[in-house]
């Protein structure tokens, strides 16, 4: 799960802590030590196989379905609800009549300054801040934000599915790290195939969703570390202390603030930030995993930068998009782009 995609363009959401309020439930302990360097040059050594362009779809399902896409919006089913949301990307044409466009439970309109439901219309019934929602057996609470967002990104289940395959083959113990963990369905996912799970965001109210979400999963007593810090940050000082992980997921946005006023631009700090995951990662590490959203550049551009960054490591780098796949009219609604190294 991820970061609001728009608070990744600068809208509030977990990236952008100024935005939100709420109660900081863990922080990382200062770390003592030289820096990481901050000038990066180009490593040594020979490039890792590379597999590219690789489309990742997730399909309609119980637990989610995108019905319908057109005129630059999408008609979407989170488990019980149907929602109306804007969606640039939808320049062709709806293929379902308008009558069932209007069974949609909830449409989010964006008209007003209101935070929360505010800017969400409910045309059937009215509706609270939550529902109950699932993933593959986990449940979570969706959730009407001022961003448009629902609380998770159903088009990284690909991701997470692929993780949790690597978690239970691994046959040991595995740490995983998720930067910009958003409300944390990918480190519950992480948590249920059995890793230890360290999840950072820069939003206190993110980290408290989260933890919601660790309840309503039953998954309390599962080993996951919440830290409220800004990632970069995070990052040096477990790279100082000497943590190691054996799964990376990063999904940065483009632009936003940590809490302490920290200030991150894709296209600037991103080079640095997977030089650091790389630096912490352990000796046996199975994944790092990229994701990209409302970037301008392809994913050819990540795909290099990713290849650049572990080099002399082996294993191979898969880059391509996650899309999801239409329930109507079986188009494809690109969503992101991705890049993951990958030790086999």
Not at 115 to 140: K, N, S
Not at 290 to 300: C, N
Request: glycine share 8%; with cysteine; proline share 6%.
């Amino acid at each position: 799960m991820k970061s609001s995609r728009e608070r990744r363009r600068g809208q509030p959401g977990s990236r952008d802590a100024g935005a939100l309020a709420g109660s900081c439930t863990d922080r990382a302990e200062p770390g003592a030590a030289e820096a990481f360097p901050s000038h990066l040059s180009r490593r040594a050594g020979a490039l890792p196989a590379e597999r590219l362009p690789v489309i990742l779809e997730v399909l309609p399902n119980d637990d989610y379905a995108l019905i319908d896409s057109g005129d630059g919006e999408k008609l979407e089913r989170y488990g019980p609800l149907r929602i109306v949301r804007p969606e640039g990307q939808a320049i062709w044409r709806r293929a379902l009549p308008e009558s069932e466009w209007r069974k949609a439970d909830a449409v989010f309109t964006g008209d007003t300054d209101e935070e929360g439901m505010g800017r969400w219309r409910f045309p059937r019934a009215p509706l609270g801040e939550t529902w109950p929602m699932r993933h593959d057996g986990i449940d979570y609470l969706g959730r009407f934000t001022s961003f448009r967002h629902v609380g998770v990104f159903p088009e990284q289940a690909t991701h997470w599915d692929h993780m949790a395959m690597l978690i239970r083959d691994a046959k040991r113990p595995v740490k995983v790290l998720n930067l910009f963990g958003y409300t944390g369905l990918a480190s519950l996912v992480a948590a249920r195939a059995g890793a230890e799970v360290t999840h950072v965001d820069a939003s206190r109210k993110a980290i408290g969703w989260a933890r919601e979400n660790q309840e309503m999963a039953r998954l309390a007593d599962r080993p996951i570390r919440w830290i409220c810090e800004d990632a970069m940050k995070f990052a040096e000082r477990e790279e100082r202390r000497g943590s190691r992980y054996d799964i990376v997921l990063f999904d940065p946005p483009a632009y936003g603030r940590g809490p302490k006023g920290e200030v991150w631009q894709l296209f600037e700090d991103l080079p640095r930030l997977a030089e650091l995951c790389r630096a912490i990662l352990t000796p046996r590490p199975l994944a790092v995993v990229l994701t990209a959203y409302s970037i301008r550049a392809s994913f050819f551009a990540i795909h290099a930068l990713m290849r650049d960054t572990f080099a002399g490591m082996g294993g191979r780098v898969e880059s391509g998009e996650l899309v999801i796949r239409e329930e109507a009219a079986g188009r494809a609604l690109s969503t992101s782009l991705f890049s993951r190294w990958l030790a086999a």
